[in-house]
Structure formats: C-alpha cells, structure tokens
C-alpha cells in the first residue's frame, strides 16, 4: 500500500463513521498478523506504546511480532471514546497469557491521528496489566475476529 492510497472511512470522522474505523483496528489487531496491521499506518507513523517510542511501518512491524510471540492467545475489543475531525480516542482490553501459562487483562486507552486518506499517523498508546486467573476470563471466541454477537467492553462492565 503506498502512501496515497485510500484506507475508509476517512476523516473527518462522525461517531458512525469512528465506530467503523475502530471495528477495523480491532479486527486487524486480532489477526494477529504484523504485516497486514502495519498498512492501516503512514510509512512513518509515530507510535508511543507503553514506554517504546517508535517511527514507520518497520518498526511497528518489529513491535508487533515481539507482541504477539509474548502475548498468546491474544484476544482484543476496542471501544470508541470520542472523535473529532481526524482524531479518534478509544479504550480497549484485551487478554493473553505467556508461555508459564499466566493470565492476564490488559486496559488500555489510544488516540489516534488519520492522515486525509485514512492512514493512522500517530498513536499515543497507554496500557496496563492485570494478571488474572483463567477462570475470570471473559473473551470467550476462536482465535481471530470477534464475533458480532460477542459483548463489548461496556456489556460486560469493563
């Protein structure tokens, strides 16, 4: 994807139009695939995730694939916030256990900054864990895309 290409919905955005754009991250980040998340960003978008400040599609690449080889089983659900012209703000949780076999809830909240084309070209990323025990568990789906029919965050009180 090349840096004029269009990604929809793009900004500005209405709180029908974010609700999209975050069902899109959400599922790209359940895919768990570093490459095909990599391309809803600029080539040199700016990422603060947790303490690591990062620039380019390369970079988040490297991210994303130290992520996903740490946090297994990962299963994630976004929320939109609130949205203004080319910034949307989002919560999400999402939980994975490492390779001992520990669980864990990890919150977060994101805003984000789209290029004219739809192209995330900053994130501002702040997450923490909660370490919990399988049995509290609450997302329940085979690896991949949420189901429709699975709850948000706000149903199920998080």
């Known amino acids: 994807m090349t840096e004029t290409a269009s990604r929809p919905p793009l900004p500005p955005f209405t709180p029908e139009t974010a609700r999209q754009k975050v069902r899109a991250a959400e599922d790209g980040w359940n895919s768990r695939d570093p490459e095909r998340v990599s391309l809803a960003y600029t080539e040199q978008s700016k990422w603060r995730n947790r303490a690591e400040f990062i620039t380019g599609r390369e970079e988040i690449v490297a991210l994303l694939t130290r992520k996903w080889n740490r946090e297994l089983e990962y299963r994630l659900i976004k929320e939109l916030w609130a949205c203004a012209d080319n910034r949307i703000a989002v919560r999400f949780a999402y939980e994975w256990h490492d390779d001992a076999g520990n ?32 049995a509290d568990r609450q997302f329940h789906w085979p690896l ?15």
Do not use: C, Q, T
């Open 103 to 134: 669980w864990f809830r990890s919150y977060g909240n994101e805003n984000w900054e789209f290029d004219p084309n739809g192209l995330m070209a900053v994130r501002h990323a702040s997450i923490n864990d909660l370490p919990i025990k399988e």
């Open 144 to 158: 991949g895309r949420r189901p429709d029919a699975h709850p948000g965050l706000s149903d199920l009180g998080l």
